[in-house]
Structure formats: structure tokens, C-alpha cells
DNA sequence: TAACTGTATTACTTTGTTTAGTACAGTTAT
DNA sequence: ATAACTGTACTAAACAAAGTAATACAGTTA
């Protein structure tokens, strides 16, 4: 299910939420579904549990799933999760826009940029 | 010149990269400009001249100065880092806009979100 | 009660940052 | 030519920060 790659400059607890991120975004993960524990987790990955509870702890955070103690991991919503992902890309849009506007970038020109996305 | 904040969790390095920046940008230090040594400037901030030598090198890899060796470190011109900026604000500005198409924003609501900006 | 769950705390290891020392080559002014 | 600058490179060591490991605690479930 989670795989390291052990070139990965990153720190395993980054691999392990980026995994997890994908799977849940691809719908791997169902809303609601429970995750593995920490302990199953790392002994199947040879790691220590902290290790996959801090990557737990973070993606709480970031409200991608949530944990009730004694009870385990669940991902949390799509709809929560797509909205979060669209608050935080949506920030730095705007802040991008903003910048660029302030340093002499034309609407217009933004526009066009929009425009010319070969997105639906 | 430069100020160093004890309180600031980053790197020193980074610190200083931060402030030329910002004088370069402000035209506080001019196009062409002669930079403080990396030996005089690490002298009145007490601290090792590696640690100026590694700011300078980062900011020449920014394009935001050039070195000569024997005879210094200068701004580069001001075009010169507008049109870096540029070019990276716009690279993030469309990776950003495609993300947000991707997850089921439309074109249209981008758009308007530019347009409803307060700039010029 | 036993086996599971997440969580907290503390220590150890690894990595990154900073300092220090030394050296080399180009520039500038004496 | 020489002395005093300049940037750059390299190695080593001291220190700080980040990552990982080990252990213990409390709640849940059967």
C-alpha cells in the first residue's frame, strides 16, 4: 500500500503523508475508511511507529484525516478535503496574483494566461 | 546595513540573504553597486566570513548579484532581477491556476478573481 | 483481562548550520 | 614588485536542528 524509496532525499515521514495524500485523493482511501494503525504501519515498513505517528499527527493537521484514540486513523471527506485544497491553492493564487500585479504585470496579461490553459 | 535578528529561527545565512534583497529591491544599494566584502561585512556582524561567502554565492545563483573575483560583489540591475521574478511568479502562478482547473475550479471563476484585484 | 488503538516523553542518531583555519588567484594602489 | 585588498575553495570541528527510536501511558474493543 505505502512504499519508501529509499533515494528519497526526504524524510520518511514526508513519503509516508505524500503517499497517503494520493491514495485518498485517487479514492484508494474511501472518506471514512480506516487507515493502518501505527504500529501495523511501521512494522510492515520496518520503521518506528513514531515515525508514521508524526506523519499522522501532520496530516490531522492539515485535516486530510482525523484520529480518535484507541479507536485508529480515518481519512477524512473528500468534499473537506477538496475544499481545504482549494482554500490553501486558492491563497496562494490571489498572493501570486497580487505580486505580480504590484510589479507591473497587467491584468490582461494574467487573463490571457488563464485563458490559454489547455485545462477543461 | 544589514540587521540580524537573534530572535529569527533561520539561518543566519538566510538572514542576510533576505536583507540585500530587500535594499536591492528598495534601490537602497543601486544597479552595479559595489556590495560590502564578504570579510568586512563578516567582521562588523561578527561572524564568519563562510557564512557571507554562502549568501553571496545563493544570491549569485539567484541572479540577484554577480562576483568578480579581486574586485567584488555587486547588484546586478534592476531589469535583470524584475524579469527573474517575473519569470518565477509566473512559473508558480500557472502551476497554481492548473492545479486549481485540475480539482474542478473553471477558467471563469480564475478570472474573476484577477479582475476583482485591487492593483492597477 | 488481553489485545488493540492514539499519544506523550525522553533519549539517541543523523543531518544541517556555523565557525575556524588555511590556501590560491585576481585586482588595486603604493 | 609588493602589500593589501578582493572572491573562492577546501577541510575539519563545534554546535544546533531535525529525524528516528524506545518506552510508557491512557482510551477502546471484544
Redesign the pocket.
Given at each position: 500500500m505505502i512504499q519508501l524509496n529509499q533515494r528519497d532525499p526526504r524524510?520518511?515521514?514526508e513519503q509516508v503523508k505524500e503517499n497517503f495524500k494520493n491514495l485518498i485523493f485517487q479514492g484508494v482511501i474511501r472518506p471514512d475508511e480506516k487507515?493502518p494503525?501505527?504500529?501495523?504501519l511501521a512494522q510492515k515498513l520496518s520503521?518506528?511507529?513514531?515515525?508514521i505517528?508524526?506523519a499522522?499527527?501532520e496530516l490531522?493537521q492539515e485535516e486530510m484525516i482525523y484520529?480518535?484514540?484507541?479507536?485508529?486513523?480515518f481519512a477524512a471527506s473528500v468534499n473537506m478535503i477538496r475544499d481545504n485544497e482549494i482554500r490553501d491553492l486558492m491563497q496562494t493564487f490571489t498572493q501570486t496574483a497580487d505580486r505580480l500585479l504590484d510589479i507591473g504585470v497587467s491584468k490582461e496579461d494574467l487573463i490571457r494566461k488563464i485563458e490559454g490553459r489547455s485545462r477543461v
Amino acid at each position: 500500500m505505502i512504499q519508501l524509496n529509499q533515494r528519497d532525499p526526504r524524510p520518511i515521514y514526508e513519503q509516508v503523508k505524500e503517499n497517503f495524500k494520493n491514495l485518498i485523493f485517487q479514492g484508494v482511501i474511501r472518506p471514512d475508511e480506516k487507515m493502518p494503525s501505527v504500529r501495523e504501519l511501521a512494522q510492515k515498513l520496518s520503521i518506528n511507529p513514531n515515525t508514521i505517528q508524526r506523519a499522522y499527527r501532520e496530516l490531522e493537521q492539515e485535516e486530510m484525516i482525523y484520529s480518535i484514540p484507541g479507536k485508529g486513523s480515518f481519512a477524512a471527506s473528500v468534499n473537506m478535503i477538496r475544499d481545504n485544497e482549494i482554500r490553501d491553492l486558492m491563497q496562494t493564487f490571489t498572493q501570486t496574483a497580487d505580486r505580480l500585479l504590484d510589479i507591473g504585470v497587467s491584468k490582461e496579461d494574467l487573463i490571457r494566461k488563464i485563458e490559454g490553459r489547455s485545462r477543461v
